[in-house]
């Protein structure tokens, strides 16, 4: 049982980035690529071999596929939008009281820094918050990196605080919804995705603790 507690220190944001992109290039984001063409009617298709630049990437999220624009410039993007969105991610951890290398392994899994991520299932942003997240939290507009960040980290905050500061539930509810873990007895649902993503924010949790200074 992982138990949750205290905070992190200083961000080292170069070494943050690299550890990220190391993560997603590694094992934890690994994956069959799906990649999307729209011809000049409006027809789509979807293939797992592109023939041409045209055909956007998806890679696949938690809450659905999300559209990327190529390798190359994802990593560099990632890269990029990490540091624009730490000084966010600083301050919604210090307000909310959570390591910010918490936030970063979420947001890493969720939806890779980009801030326009949609999923299939309809979530939105950053920390991939639902329509019904959103409103809780008083979140008006899900494509707002820094209101994205804020409902995304009370919510996390919350939910450690309905389990008991037990990390892996409060990752498990924030996939599956905490419904689903109170549903087994307050543990992991048996979903392969919810362990999946659970394991893999912890990866990211434990690798950014060791690359922040």
Same mark, same amino acid.
């Given at each position: 049982?992982?138990?949750?507690?205290? !905070?992190?220190?200083?961000?080292?944001?170069? %070494?943050?980035?690299?550890?990220?992109?190391?993560?997603?290039?590694?094992?934890?984001?690994?994956?069959?690529?799906?990649?999307?063409?729209?011809?000049? +009617?409006?027809?789509?298709?979807? &293939?797992?071999?592109?023939?041409?630049?045209?055909? &956007?990437?998806?890679? !696949? &999220?938690?809450?659905?596929?999300? =559209?990327?624009?190529?390798?190359?410039?994802?990593?560099?993007?990632?890269? =990029?939008? @990490?540091? !624009?969105?730490?000084?966010?991610?600083?301050?919604?951890?210090?307000?909310? =009281?959570?390591? !910010?290398? %918490?936030?970063?392994?979420?947001?890493?899994?969720?939806?890779?820094?980009?801030?326009?991520?949609?999923?299939?299932?309809?979530?939105?942003?950053? *920390?991939?918050? *639902?329509?019904?997240?959103?409103?809780?939290?008083?979140?008006?507009?899900?494509?707002?990196?820094?209101?994205?960040?804020?409902?995304?980290?009370?919510? %996390?905050?919350?939910? %450690?605080?309905?389990?008991?500061?037990?990390?892996?539930?409060?990752?498990?509810?924030?996939?599956?919804?905490?419904?689903?873990?109170?549903?087994?007895?307050?543990?992991?649902?048996?979903?392969?995705?919810?362990? &999946?993503?659970?394991?893999?924010? @912890?990866?990211? +949790?434990?690798?950014?603790?060791?690359? *922040?200074?």
């Amino acid at each position: 049982m992982t138990r949750f507690g205290g !905070k992190s220190g200083g961000a080292g944001i170069s %070494l943050l980035a690299s550890a990220a992109i190391g993560l997603l290039l590694g094992p934890a984001g690994a994956g069959a690529d799906i990649y999307k063409y729209v011809d000049k +009617y409006g027809r789509v298709t979807y &293939t797992d071999k592109p023939l041409n630049a045209r055909h &956007t990437r998806l890679v !696949k &999220t938690w809450k659905g596929w999300v =559209e990327r624009k190529g390798a190359a410039n994802n990593w560099r993007q990632l890269s =990029e939008n @990490m540091k !624009k969105f730490s000084p966010t991610i600083d301050y919604a951890a210090t307000r909310y =009281e959570l390591p !910010k290398t %918490l936030l970063h392994a979420v947001i890493t899994a969720e939806s890779a820094y980009n801030p326009a991520a949609v999923s299939h299932a309809g979530a939105v942003g950053l *920390m991939q918050l *639902m329509p019904e997240t959103a409103r809780r939290y008083g979140v008006k507009n899900r494509l707002d990196p820094y209101e994205n960040i804020h409902g995304g980290t009370r919510y %996390l905050r919350d939910l %450690l605080v309905m389990f008991n500061n037990d990390l892996v539930l409060a990752l498990a509810a924030y996939n599956a919804g905490e419904n689903a873990v109170k549903k087994y007895g307050n543990k992991v649902p048996p979903y392969s995705e919810t362990r &999946t993503y659970v394991n893999r924010v @912890m990866q990211y +949790y434990r690798r950014y603790q060791e690359t *922040m200074s």
